[in-house]
């Protein structure tokens, strides 16, 4: 990878974190989004689809709402395209076993983005507590300019937590690949298929109805048929 890859990489993670909860709201910042988007940008658009795929599920059921700061999936989706391409085109493994590994390193690690994200929440209602004395005085400049810091510091969060998760994550892939590739390798469909299982998991447990076995049965048979049908 070039340095022109990490720059639109930077780029996407920027965006895709606006779009999160500070503005758009148009759902690029959803892995199976944004991990593709990524790797289009940078050159790899099937690494970004198989991470996406994996990794869509596990955080649906926690969503950042309100006052909810959950885990920055949205950086884990970014961070680990692009870490996968670059430890893809250096490491002995296949391209799924290292997803794979990337994909267990940058997870723990998008807890940094849950950091970064609540002191942009009370770096940002100190923003709002000063633009409500300038509105007062009339000084809409500043307002303005209030507004614009806000939108940056939730952008610059972003980038800081995608750079720690390929930073830090290319030093533990580097140490652990060695010791843990030939593993993965034996076992990466048994890992592949955990990720919609525990994502499944996780959605069940969120349904708030009577019938949420029913639910998942008719869906499951419903996806069994069109999958015969197709």
């Excluded at 988007?37 to 709402?65: K, N, Y």
């Excluded at 700061?69 to 996968?84: E, F, I, K, R, Y």
């Excluded at 300038?134 to 209030?146: A, K, M, T, W």
Aim: aromatic share 6%; proline share 4%.
């Amino acid at each position: 990878m070039t340095w022109a890859d990490y720059l639109f990489g930077a780029l996407v993670a920027a965006a895709a974190g606006l779009d999160r909860t500070a503005a758009f709201q148009l759902m690029i910042s959803r892995p199976i989004v944004c991990a593709p988007l990524t790797g289009w940008v940078i050159g790899e658009p099937m690494i970004g689809l198989q991470v996406g795929a994996l990794v869509e599920l596990l955080w649906l059921g926690r969503l950042p709402v309100g006052a909810a700061v959950p885990p920055d999936d949205t950086q884990v989706a970014v961070g680990a395209t692009m870490l996968s391409a670059a430890m893809a085109s250096v490491s002995a493994g296949s391209e799924t076993a290292v997803i794979l590994l990337c994909l267990l390193v940058a997870m723990p690690l998008g807890k940094v983005g849950q950091i970064f994200d609540r002191r942009v929440r009370h770096y940002n209602a100190r923003l709002v507590r000063a633009a409500e004395r300038d509105l007062e005085s009339g000084q809409l400049e500043r307002v303005c300019r209030h507004h614009l810091k806000g939108l940056l510091s939730f952008g610059l969060a972003s980038v800081f937590t995608a750079a720690i998760i390929i930073v830090a994550g290319s030093l533990i892939v580097s140490l652990l690949g060695p010791l843990v590739l030939g593993r993965i390798e034996a076992m990466n469909l048994w890992l592949a298929l955990a990720f919609p299982l525990v994502g499944t998991a996780v959605i069940l447990g969120t349904i708030n109805v009577s019938r949420a076995g029913t639910l998942f049965a008719a869906s499951f048979t419903t996806a069994l048929l069109l999958l015969w049908l197709l």
